[in-house]
């Protein structure tokens, strides 16, 4: 998968995780008084085009999930403060995570997002080692081994919103918009784009 060039970033993304799911544990009851609210379904609309197959991706997630599919799908999306930023800006690393857990379709994601929040770098090269951009997306479609890793292009996001678990840490809303070139196993180059969203949880403070 991506190779992360920064071992405090995997320890970030698990220390979130568990952050994650302490919030979660607590955010059974809609009339909480933490005032959030639901933003409305995840949802996942991918294209990747070969030379000779077009791959396509979508779905949309209830949230909160509904009873009975409480185990097809987990959704996470995790942000914590960039531990490589040094300027004093509010610079932030996002990882993101989509699981269906019936047909094994996951869509990974690691992205670096400026004190606008807008994506500071295009996506990168896994074997590029320039040091500050971990951005990436890994895509795998359900039903196949078959890994799509993102080596070039652009990212669009809006309607971020964050709700803090700890001072520099928590979980995130957003729409990602993008496009650019992905490579499978074989070097085989797929033109990719879509839309993802992840949108708030019930019960959290957003901002």
Not at 6 to 15: A, D, E, H, P, T
Not at 117 to 146: K, M, Q, V, W
Not at 188 to 202: A, D, F, R
Request: net charge negative.
């Amino acid at each position: 998968m991506m190779k992360v060039k920064n071992n405090v970033l995997k320890v970030l993304f698990i220390s979130l995780m568990f952050s994650f799911a302490a919030c979660s544990s607590d955010d059974d009851n809609p009339n909480d008084d933490n005032g959030g609210t639901i933003g409305g379904n995840h949802t996942y609309d991918i294209e990747l085009v070969g030379a000779s197959e077009t791959i396509e991706l979508s779905a949309s997630i209830p949230n909160p999930p509904q009873e009975g599919e409480e185990d097809v799908f987990n959704v996470s999306a995790v942000y914590g403060s960039n531990p490589d930023d040094g300027d004093g800006d509010d610079n932030m690393v996002i990882s993101m995570s989509i699981l269906n857990n019936t047909s094994s379709e996951m869509i990974y994601g690691l992205f670096n997002l400026g004190d606008n929040r807008e994506a500071l770098y295009p996506f990168a090269h896994p074997d590029d080692n320039s040091g500050d951009n971990e951005t990436g997306l890994i895509i795998i479609p359900g039903g196949s081994s078959a890994i799509y890793e993102s080596i070039s292009g652009t990212l669009n996001f809006s309607n971020v919103k964050l709700s803090g678990t700890t001072i520099a840490t928590g979980v995130t809303s957003f729409t990602l918009n993008f496009s650019g070139d992905f490579i499978d196993e074989d070097d085989n180059i797929y033109q990719g784009s879509g839309t993802i969203v992840i949108s708030p949880l019930e019960g959290l403070n957003y901002n």
